[in-house]
């Protein structure tokens, strides 16, 4: 089955740049979105289209995209960053979604 | 506003079933594909199943495939997702999820936004 790759953990001083990142093989023929969930509560799609970014989502927040793999960075982190962010997608039909398996940014 | 409730969550024994509800409001539903998506405690996030909005295109994950059934009431604005043969590993916070409004490509669509969830535990 299709799958896509994150990092476990990605630490980040507040201010500087967190990346996180995540890979799979029909990325470069399906968009990837980005979501943020925190402690108890449903996710947030913080990126759309691998680089669009939804109403209301501060401008920190970016996507790219390059090959197999898709990049979120968050510029000047918060401390209100921290949280879990997984990358979704689907396989190359486009019938079949698949999380990736998340990544936990952790504001020192 | 937009939102999204689910409901039917609870304690079930291996074997058995359940069917969860999720009650939309605030837009027209009938516009849109809807998805389940479940987390297991302390786990990722895994996709379950999605439906088209007029029910002509279905699609399930492999782990539930033949047991899980997705269905929605445009008339009722509400969403279903019938478990059968329910097994310990099905234990999870089960989300209801609307396709993005404009955040969708040709062939695929990102989730937004989510419901809270409701929990199911499966477990005798």
């Known amino acids: 089955s299709y799958e896509l790759t994150q990092p476990p953990s990605v630490s980040v001083s507040p201010g500087q740049t967190a990346r996180v990142t995540c890979s799979g093989d029909?990325?470069?023929?399906?968009?990837a979105y980005w979501y943020q969930q925190k402690p108890g509560q449903a996710p947030v799609l913080v990126i759309y289209?691998?680089?669009e970014r939804p109403s209301g989502i501060p401008e920190r927040f970016s996507g790219s995209s390059s090959g197999t793999t898709v990049t979120l960075t968050i510029s000047g982190v918060q401390a209100e960053d921290e949280a879990d962010y997984y990358c979704?997608?689907?396989?190359?039909?486009?019938?079949?979604?698949?999380f990736g398996t998340g990544t936990k940014v952790t504001v020192l | 506003e937009v939102q999204l409730v689910e409901s039917g969550g609870g304690l079930v024994k291996p074997g058995g079933s359940l069917r969860l509800s999720c009650a939309a409001s605030g837009f027209t539903f009938i516009s849109y594909g809807m998805n389940w998506v479940r987390q297991a405690p302390g786990k990722g996030l895994e996709w379950v199943s999605s439906?088209?909005?007029?029910?002509?295109?279905?699609y399930y994950a492999d782990s539930v495939m033949g047991r899980f059934t997705i269905s929605r009431d445009n008339a009722k604005n509400s969403l279903y997702l019938q478990m059968n043969s329910l097994r310990a590993e099905d234990t999870a916070v089960y989300y209801c999820?609307?396709?993005?409004?404009?955040?969708?490509?040709?062939?695929?669509?990102?989730?937004?936004?989510w419901g809270q969830g409701t929990l199911v535990t499966v477990s005798s």
């Open positions: 289209k691998d680089s």
């Open positions: 029909a990325l470069p023929k399906q968009y």
């Open positions: 999820a609307r396709d993005g409004d404009g955040y969708c490509s040709s062939s695929s669509c990102p989730f937004d936004p």
């Open positions: 979704q997608s689907a396989d190359s039909s486009g019938s079949y979604y698949v």
């Open positions: 439906i088209s909005s007029s029910s002509s295109y279905i």
